[in-house]
């Protein structure tokens, strides 16, 4: 039996997603709590690999076991064996051939930043800070350059896994809330520490120390030295996968960051 979970978790403490030798992952952890339920170890795939820092309020991941249990030990009683800041959301069965992370048809992220003279209390870790003034129109301009099909090495990792840096972004805006700035980003993929990477040199439009036809610029050079160094990851949210509507899983848009910027 195949069983997808959606799960959110805060990522400040963790070192990651992905399993490491020295433990302290969100894999790690929900891999222990698993266990616990089925009796057995039991590995799971992710939608999207987060790094430390980074939160995520839609991660969907799948597993395959031979023991039955019912859909309220694989959301309760997981939670009662996971961590503070993780928590399974949801469970459903699903068909053999879904697969979380080959299933995707694409991926959305969102960055929220500070932006205030005093840097966060309240939200500290939760949130991206700048202490200045920023130009909410210049980078509005500078995202829309974005769209579309473009070769990102200018904002891609130097340890960056990908076979190609060509993705194909359908969504990259900025909007403001008070005194927080929203980005959203939507794509088929993302390259390693991309949307911190498209962030930076955001900020650096609205700083004004670049113009708006500067991220044209970058893409052009396929340049990674050329962009803005990469963004804090306190700020970024993995969204979570997008699927067809055939796996009948929840809408990953479904989560607490609509409700926090209404």
């Not at 930043?113 to 209390?121: D, S, V």
């Not at 200018?154 to 993705?167: D, E, I, L, N, T």
């Not at 794509?187 to 962030?199: E, I, K, W």
């Not at 340049?223 to 306190?234: E, G, I, N």
Request: contains cysteine; proline residues 5%.
């Amino acid at each position: 039996m195949r069983i997808a979970l959606g799960l959110e978790y805060f990522g400040a403490p963790f070192r990651g997603w992905q399993s490491q030798a020295g433990g302290q992952t969100v894999q790690d952890a929900l891999e222990l709590a698993l266990a616990k339920i089925a009796g057995e170890r039991v590995g799971v795939i992710c939608a999207g690999r987060t790094d430390a820092g980074v939160h995520a309020s839609q991660q969907v991941v799948h597993f395959d076991t031979p023991v039955e249990r019912p859909l309220t030990a694989w959301v309760r009683g997981i939670n009662t064996h996971l961590p503070e800041g993780v928590a399974v959301r949801w469970a459903q069965p699903v068909d053999d051939a879904f697969h979380a992370r080959f299933s995707a048809r694409g991926r959305r992220y969102r960055y929220l930043l500070l932006n205030r003279a005093q840097r966060p209390g309240l939200w500290h870790g939760r949130v991206g800070w700048y202490h200045g003034a920023l130009d909410l129109s210049a980078m509005q301009a500078a995202a829309a350059r974005l769209l579309g099909e473009h070769d990102f090495s200018a904002f891609r990792a130097a340890g960056c896994q990908a076979k190609s840096p060509v993705k194909t972004l359908w969504r990259a805006d900025v909007r403001q809330r008070g005194n927080l700035l929203v980005f959203d980003f939507e794509a088929s993929a993302f390259l390693h520490h991309m949307v911190r990477n498209l962030v930076g040199s955001l900020v650096q439009i609205g700083k004004g120390v670049h113009s708006s036809n500067w991220i044209d610029e970058l893409l052009d050079m396929k340049d990674r030295k050329l962009a803005a160094p990469t963004f804090s990851p306190d700020g970024l949210y993995f969204r979570g996968p997008i699927y067809e509507a055939h796996w009948g899983l929840p809408d990953p848009e479904d989560d607490f960051l609509d409700e926090v910027l209404r």
